[in-house]
């Protein structure tokens, strides 16, 4: 069977890879299909054709794993937001941890047996404090609509989330489980109150319209509860009705911000701001320091388990006699004022001029002195010069991005040879491919796996060298 785009075969899912895929062996061929478990005998049509590989849809599954559960939410079958749900988190976190292993193998070229067993989350649901809902006028069909033979309008005030890959049409939600159940409730009130009064989503296409987002933040460690109302003009008319009504609703909201995005991009992030209610923002805390929260700050999704992540690397770091700290890729300084207490001397270094504003906010209301943040981008930045300056780090801990870290970082961090490097990574993959190259002179001695986002593939970790 040449296995052709198009072509619909029956397989038995051997195990999970890349974004959570089911992966089957066809011909000696591997083919990933979403939405599987492993011991799942499926139907699946292959949609795309690679040189060593395939992936399907699934179109019926034929036999259920024994590892198969019933979703807890309606939508988890075609919302991007959770892909794991028909998996018991037990599972779920086996199979993280087996991927940071393959990548440490596959890619590293490293021992797997580095890899410790994972920190798994103490709630697989409700785990989230902050959820970005969007508004629109295109709703995505069922699977049910999709299949009727007569037409199937699809016009229609909507609020959920955005269905995976389609960026002009949006899932209804009718539930969601990743954060506090308030959050949906105020959700489904704003939509409902947005039809009754006939206030209009905005329209990517026409260019036209009123209500685009809405953010819910809440904190861990307070009752803050923050609603952002995103809308595409200033309007105080309709924006502080709605204001009031939510307020006489939802009596735990303790502030209302209207962010005001009046350009054609999609971001949540308006161009002004202002505050309705209460004062602009949300307080929570990791370790011992408190973090005022903007509604377009950065912060932890996870607040809980960013302190066990923050913990493996205050550990990692090993700075109980103190000494001088570079964190790499610092962002609003959260890691930073964490091993702050720890160290003699933080430095911070982020692309981000807002992040750095708000690292330096942060420190200040902390009463920390012993951080100092520079703006710049890292590949430029973290040079002889910026070490001459700055003076020779006792260790390092680098936080970079999805993509990992630019060649030149990670050059320069082979060149410098410091006696303790902590990688903290979204992404094993990445982590894996720098860690090929840094292994020539540092020798990584564990790698820590932690669950920030249950029911979805993603996986953070953490990895300790030091110097050979």
């Given at each position: 069977m040449?296995?052709?785009?198009?072509?619909?075969?029956?397989?038995e899912?051997?195990s999970?890879?890349?974004k959570?895929?089911?992966?089957?062996?066809k011909?000696?061929?591997?083919?990933?299909?979403?939405g599987?478990a492993?011991?799942?005998?499926?139907?699946?049509?292959?949609i795309?054709k690679?040189?060593?590989?395939?992936?399907?849809?699934?179109?019926?599954?034929?036999?259920?794993?024994p590892?198969?559960i019933?979703?807890k939410?309606?939508h988890?079958?075609v919302?991007?937001?959770?892909?794991?749900?028909?998996?018991?988190y037990?599972?779920?976190?086996?199979?993280?941890?087996?991927?940071?292993?393959?990548?440490?193998?596959?890619?590293?070229?490293l021992?797997p047996g580095l890899?410790?067993?994972?920190?798994a989350?103490e709630?697989?649901?409700?785990?989230?404090?902050?959820?970005e809902?969007?508004?629109?006028t295109?709703?995505w069909?069922?699977?049910?609509e999709?299949?009727?033979?007569?037409?199937?309008?699809?016009?229609?005030f909507t609020?959920?989330?955005?269905?995976?890959?389609?960026?002009?049409?949006?899932l209804?939600?009718?539930?969601?489980?990743?954060q506090?159940?308030?959050?949906?409730?105020?959700?489904?009130?704003?939509?409902?109150?947005?039809i009754?009064?006939?206030i209009?989503?905005?329209?990517?296409?026409?260019?036209?319209?009123?209500?685009?987002?809405?953010?819910?933040?809440?904190?861990?460690?307070?009752?803050?509860?923050?609603v952002?109302?995103?809308?595409?003009?200033?309007?105080p008319?309709?924006?502080?009705?709605?204001?009031?009504?939510?307020?006489?609703?939802?009596?735990?909201?303790?502030?209302?911000?209207?962010?005001?995005?009046?350009?054609?991009?999609?971001?949540?992030?308006?161009r002004?701001?202002?505050?309705?209610?209460?004062?602009?923002?949300?307080?929570?805390?990791?370790?011992?320091?408190?973090?005022?929260?903007?509604?377009?700050?950065?912060?932890?999704?996870?607040?809980?388990?960013a302190?066990?992540?923050?913990?493996v690397?205050?550990?990692?770091?090993e700075l109980d006699?103190g000494g001088h700290?570079?964190?790499?890729?610092?962002g609003v300084?959260?890691?930073?004022?964490?091993?702050?207490?720890?160290?003699?001397?933080?430095?911070?270094?982020?692309?981000?001029?807002?992040?750095?504003?708000?690292?330096?906010?942060?420190?200040?209301?902390?009463?920390?002195e012993?951080?100092?943040?520079?703006?710049?981008?890292?590949?430029?930045?973290?040079?002889?010069?910026?070490l001459?300056?700055?003076?020779?780090?006792?260790?390092?801990?680098t936080?970079?991005?999805?993509?990992g870290?630019h060649?030149?970082?990670?050059?320069?961090?082979c060149?410098?040879?410091?006696?303790?490097?902590?990688?903290?990574?979204?992404?094993?993959?990445?982590?894996?491919?720098?860690?090929?190259?840094l292994?020539?002179?540092?020798h990584?001695?564990?790698?820590?796996?932690?669950?920030?986002?249950p029911?979805?593939?993603?996986?953070?970790?953490?990895?300790?060298?030091?110097?050979?």
């Amino acid at each position: 069977m040449s296995l052709k785009k198009g072509t619909e075969v029956e397989l038995e899912i051997e195990s999970t890879a890349f974004k959570g895929k089911g992966v089957a062996k066809k011909d000696g061929i591997a083919v990933f299909v979403s939405g599987t478990a492993p011991g799942d005998v499926v139907k699946a049509r292959i949609i795309k054709k690679k040189k060593t590989w395939r992936e399907a849809k699934l179109l019926e599954i034929l036999k259920p794993s024994p590892d198969r559960i019933e979703p807890k939410c309606r939508h988890a079958n075609v919302c991007g937001g959770c892909t794991w749900q028909h998996l018991p988190y037990s599972e779920q976190i086996k199979h993280k941890e087996q991927h940071v292993r393959d990548h440490i193998e596959r890619i590293a070229h490293l021992d797997p047996g580095l890899v410790k067993p994972i920190l798994a989350c103490e709630n697989d649901f409700y785990y989230r404090n902050k959820m970005e809902y969007s508004f629109g006028t295109k709703r995505w069909l069922t699977e049910e609509e999709i299949n009727r033979d007569e037409y199937v309008d699809d016009t229609a005030f909507t609020a959920g989330m955005h269905a995976p890959g389609r960026f002009d049409k949006l899932l209804n939600l009718q539930e969601c489980h990743l954060q506090d159940p308030i959050s949906f409730n105020i959700l489904d009130f704003v939509r409902n109150y947005c039809i009754k009064n006939e206030i209009p989503a905005f329209d990517i296409f026409k260019k036209e319209g009123f209500i685009r987002h809405l953010v819910i933040r809440n904190s861990h460690f307070t009752e803050d509860l923050m609603v952002n109302i995103v809308t595409f003009e200033d309007r105080p008319e309709l924006i502080n009705s709605l204001k009031d009504a939510l307020l006489e609703e939802f009596l735990s909201i303790t502030t209302v911000v209207n962010n005001i995005n009046d350009q054609y991009n999609p971001t949540a992030v308006g161009r002004y701001e202002n505050v309705l209610h209460g004062p602009g923002f949300i307080v929570d805390k990791i370790g011992n320091h408190s973090f005022k929260i903007h509604a377009n700050a950065f912060f932890q999704t996870n607040t809980r388990q960013a302190e066990k992540l923050y913990s493996v690397a205050r550990d990692f770091a090993e700075l109980d006699n103190g000494g001088h700290l570079f964190d790499l890729y610092c962002g609003v300084g959260t890691l930073s004022l964490f091993m702050a207490d720890k160290a003699d001397k933080v430095t911070g270094i982020e692309i981000v001029d807002v992040a750095i504003e708000n690292a330096k906010f942060n420190a200040k209301e902390n009463g920390v002195e012993n951080v100092e943040f520079v703006l710049g981008d890292m590949k430029d930045t973290f040079n002889d010069e910026f070490l001459e300056k700055n003076g020779r780090p006792d260790c390092i801990i680098t936080d970079p991005p999805r993509s990992g870290m630019h060649p030149d970082v990670v050059d320069q961090l082979c060149k410098l040879d410091v006696n303790r490097l902590v990688y903290v990574s979204c992404n094993p993959s990445t982590m894996a491919r720098d860690l090929k190259i840094l292994k020539e002179f540092y020798h990584v001695e564990s790698v820590q796996p932690v669950d920030m986002f249950p029911q979805t593939y993603h996986i953070e970790a953490v990895a300790k060298l030091t110097r050979k």
